[in-house]
T-cell receptor, first 110, second 113 residues
């Protein structure tokens, strides 16, 4: 099976940088996605890493190390609106499903 | 707005009952995925359809079933409902199969009393 571990909660100050880590255990791992979900809202796609390294999309970056079975989401210049839950999700090769971690609740404080 | 629609937005029913949740994918998307989200279990994948055919099954109970119709909309049927089935049910869609980028609908909140 697959399992993903991420911290349950993180608190950071507005304007700062925060890193949300995700470790995974999965056979046939294909890639790692990140989703954002505001309270009461739907998950929205943020980024995807299939290869090792850093992917940058505006204030958000995502990193993957396949050898370490580890990835992270980096949020820069934090804004109050970034307060949400962030999920890492693994795509398995040859499968059609995403397995999600339990999510990290990010609270941005003034 | 992701372009995925789900109805109803809220559903309150009693134990033992049966309900149907409906999802319309984004225009052009052939894959539909169903997820259950509860407080203690996070986002759990239930089932995926691609162009009318079942493609993958996750932790879906035998009391639950789904189908995708020729117009690509999908329905999730939940029967013999139990209190523990109370959750947020999301539908997502993507253009192809096995897509890492999925577009989620607003969800249906099911409350079983």
């Amino acid at each position: 099976g697959q399992s993903l571990e991420q911290p349950s909660e993180v608190t950071a100050v507005e304007g700062a940088i925060v890193q949300i880590n995700c470790t995974y255990q999965t056979s046939g791992f294909y890639g790692l996605s990140w989703y954002q979900q505001h309270d009461g809202g739907a998950p929205t796609f943020l980024s995807y890493n299939a290869l090792d390294g850093l992917e940058e999309t505006g204030r958000f970056s995502s990193f993957l190390s396949r050898s370490d079975s580890y990835g992270y989401l980096l949020l820069q210049e934090l804004q109050m609106k970034d307060s949400a839950s962030y999920f890492c999700a693994a795509l398995k090769a040859g499968s059609y499903q995403l397995t999600f971690g339990k999510g990290t609740k990010l609270s941005v404080i003034p | 707005d992701s372009g995925v629609t789900q109805t109803p937005k809220h559903l309150i029913t009693a134990t033992g009952q049966r309900v149907t949740l409906r999802c319309s994918p984004r225009s052009g998307d052939l894959s539909v995925y169903w997820y259950q989200q509860s407080l203690d279990q996070g986002l759990q994948f239930l089932i995926q359809y691609y162009n009318g055919e079942e493609r993958a099954k996750g932790n879906i109970l035998e009391r639950f079933s789904a189908q995708q119709f020729p117009d690509l909309h999908s329905e999730l049927n939940l029967s013999s409902l139990e209190l523990g089935d109370s959750a947020l049910y999301f539908c997502a869609s993507s253009a192809g199969q096995g897509q890492n980028e999925q577009f989620f609908g607003p969800g249906t909140r099911l409350t079983v009393l």
